[in-house]
């Protein structure tokens, strides 16, 4: 018998979030769903393989080809929920974002999140398997974040971190923390961590009696907020997409 031929292509799930349509598990809720479809016959499994998207709609309409992956870097204000839409009215990223992205970019995910009262870097991107790779935890992507936090800590306090902390049964990974300045009892704090698991930043030095009057985030990966205006955006350059692209890979 002829050897078996693997089927050319790979899985639609992942081809629609690289097109940017949602990340790969919001599309697997979505064919689950009967969201999606393939020459009109709606898809049951996300195990489907295809060569590309043609013929492949979502809610009734043809998905388009998946443009190249394009990151911008956003400079959140506080005061902003970091989705598409807020049940409660409150404003959005999106809301901002309207004004704020280049003309022409493309439709954008937010890499991670950022609290209704947390600033600085949130990264964008059209690439839903680049959003995923940047977010998952075994990636060891780094997260550093300035907070300014009023209460007395020593360094050797923040050194203690290096080995991770569990707060009422929740396990934190290695933080390497640093003061950074400040006066009297009002501290700066560089932090930087690699799970940013939710309101991680805030819960670990509320564990250390400090009360957090003001958190930003300065860098993710290798791309750093630096002197990027408050509610600005810049693209990312193509080459530092790449080189990103080919770390994660490794």
Do not use: C
């Not at 809720?29 to 590309?52: E, F, Q």
């Amino acid at each position: 018998m002829p050897p078996e031929t693997k089927p050319q292509g790979e899985r639609i799930a992942k081809l629609l979030a690289r097109a940017g349509v949602a990340s790969r598990r919001e599309v697997e809720r979505m064919i689950a769903d009967g969201r999606v479809a393939i020459d009109g016959k709606v898809l049951d499994t996300p195990a489907t393989i295809i060569p590309n998207l043609k013929g492949v709609s979502v809610d009734g309409k043809p998905v388009a080809q998946a443009e190249p992956a394009r990151v911008f870097a956003f400079h959140k204000p506080s005061g902003l929920i970091t989705a598409e839409r807020d049940p409660r009215g409150r404003p959005t990223i999106y809301t901002a974002l309207r004004n704020a992205l280049p003309k022409g970019a493309p439709r954008v995910m937010p890499v991670g999140r950022l609290d209704l009262n947390t600033e600085g870097l949130l990264l964008l991107t059209n690439d839903g398997e680049l959003k995923r790779a940047l977010e998952l935890p075994a990636s060891n992507v780094p997260r550093t974040y300035r907070a300014r936090a009023f209460g007395d800590v020593s360094q050797s306090q923040l050194d203690e971190l290096i080995e991770g902390v569990e707060i009422d049964g929740v396990r934190y990974g290695k933080i390497e923390a640093d003061l950074d300045g400040g006066k009297g009892r009002n501290q700066w704090i560089l932090l930087t961590l690699t799970e940013g698991k939710n309101r991680e930043v805030r819960r670990v030095l509320e564990y250390l009696g400090l009360q957090v009057s003001r958190l930003l985030r300065v860098g993710y990966g290798p791309f750093n907020l630096g002197d990027l205006p408050r509610g600005a955006v810049a693209e990312i350059p193509q080459v530092q997409v790449e080189r990103l692209r080919k770390s994660l890979r490794k």
